[in-house]
């Protein structure tokens, strides 16, 4: 009813009250629903899915042939995994705070357990009856797996040295982001919202500051932990791609947000012209490195060159929810392959260890390796989506459930997401 119309029939008194009240419960309705500024909805999945299937690619390229490297720029593609893994984590994280501390830490948990663990106890399990079944001295530098098996199953093996290891070591990766799973949920919990945007971003800072003083205190880079590998030196990944859902009311619109892609996208590629040409050229040819060589030293890039892409991450991600993506990102076997994404990534070395052992020596630039590669790549598509379909699919259902029961009403008003590996 019109203002006017209003005020003829209830009179001045009552008016003022009444638009007192609905003032009161629009302020009330919208500290509510903080956190559902920026809709977020399954619209952007394919993108995001077509994201992580550009990142299986890479880290595919990084990893032909094990363990000598050909393509040295593939761990591009871990990082972009991080930077989507900290967004897709804290923004469902977000969603759930306004549920009590018991129901929101037990549904949060119950949910990464139906997630993690049953594709993961499958692969473990074969890869374990691998070990066993195949040479171990050919495999590994480390070849006691009596020495590292709880590492592995305690999810706390980026801890230990590099093993070698064809079948288990890419799992340093996953045990990075369980030790995430068990601090952030709590942090985003308990801290309010203005403190968590300044921890969020601090870890930008602060995990590149402990990239330089790590090699600093054990004496120089060749001794010291791999900086690569402990989470307190790669937080930032996962705190960048945080922000994107944190300060979500303050980012960038879809115009702004392409044109910080393509401008990320060009800086990357000069830096990259730069670090090759003042020293990376001698870890290979550009079309190998494009200048960012796997754990590079030259000119401190194992410091700034995390930063770099997970800068470049995010803006990607950023595209994605906006609708503003390349259009490659659109490319329907792209999603397919970031939706079977997770056994690829527990699968792909076990399948190529097995591949070695048969067909080595493997020369990666000939026709033969470029068979192989193919035939092992279709191999890996295969036994990924038999995993999605048979392991993870049910369990996802159990999981997607457990999300929309007695979920508060401005927590669904943000559309489920189903992948948030």
């Known amino acids: 009813m019109p203002e006017r119309k209003l005020l003829a029939v209830i009179g001045p008194g009552r008016h ?26 399954k619209r952007h ?14 880290i595919f390229a990084n990893h032909f042939i094990y363990p000598e490297y050909y393509i040295l720029f593939g761990w ?16 469902s994280l977000l969603k759930m705070k306004v549920l009590p501390i018991g129901e929101y830490i037990g549904r949060f948990y119950v949910k990464r357990a139906f997630r993690i663990l049953p594709a993961f106890v499958v692969f473990f399990s074969i890869s374990v009856a691998l070990y066993f079944i195949f040479p171990r001295r050919g495999f590994a530098v480390d070849w006691h797996f009596e020495r590292y098996w709880i590492y592995l199953v305690t999810f706390t093996f980026n801890y230990y040295p590099p093993t070698g290891s064809v079948w288990f ?22 801290l309010p919202m203005p403190w968590l945007k300044r921890v969020a971003p601090c870890w930008i800072l602060v995990a590149p500051a402990l990239r330089v003083v790590l090699p600093w205190f054990y004496g120089d ?78 000119n401190y890039q194992y410091v700034w060159g995390y930063s770099l892409i997970n800068i470049w991450a995010a803006t ?6 906006q609708g503003t993506a390349p259009s490659i990102l659109n490319f329907q ?51 990924s989506w038999l995993s999605f379909r048979f392991i993870e699919l049910p369990f996802l259902r159990i999981k997607n ?10 927590i669904q008003s943000l559309p489920e997401r189903e992948h948030a590996r």
Request: charged share 15%.
């Open 316 to 321: 990607l991600i950023l595209c994605c929810l």
């Open 401 to 410: 459930r457990l999300g929309k029961e007695r979920v508060p009403v401005s």
């Open 169 to 190: 070591s890419h799992l340093w990766s996953l045990s990075l982001e369980e030790q995430f799973y068990v601090i952030w949920p709590w942090l985003v919990f308990f």
């Open 333 to 383: 076997p792209l999603v397919f392959l970031g939706r079977i994404s997770y056994g690829a990534y527990l699968s792909h070395l076990p399948l190529l260890g097995i591949y070695l052992y048969f067909f080595r020596p493997i020369n990666a630039f000939s026709i033969r390796g470029s068979v192989i590669f193919l035939i092992w790549f279709a191999s890996v598509i295969l036994v």
């Open 45 to 58: 999945l394919a993108s995001l899915d077509s994201l992580r299937g550009v990142g299986v690619i890479l």
């Open 76 to 91: 591009i593609g871990l990082w972009i995994f991080f930077a989507l893994s900290g967004f897709l984590i804290t923004d």
């Open 221 to 298: 880079r060749a001794n010291a932990p791999a900086v690569e590998t402990w989470l307190v030196c790669q937080a930032d990944a996962l705190a960048i791609g945080g922000c994107i859902a944190v300060f979500r009311d303050k980012l960038p619109g879809p115009g702004r947000s392409k044109k910080l892609m393509w401008m990320m996208t060009a800086a990357v590629i000069v830096i990259g012209l730069v670090n090759y040409f003042t020293g990376a050229s001698a870890d290979g040819a550009y079309f190998r490195t494009l200048g960012l060589p796997h754990g590079g030293d030259f």
């Open 16 to 41: 003022r009250n009444l638009l007192a009240g609905l003032r009161v419960e629009r302020r009330e309705r919208a500290q509510f629903t903080e956190p559902s500024v920026m809709e977020t909805g």
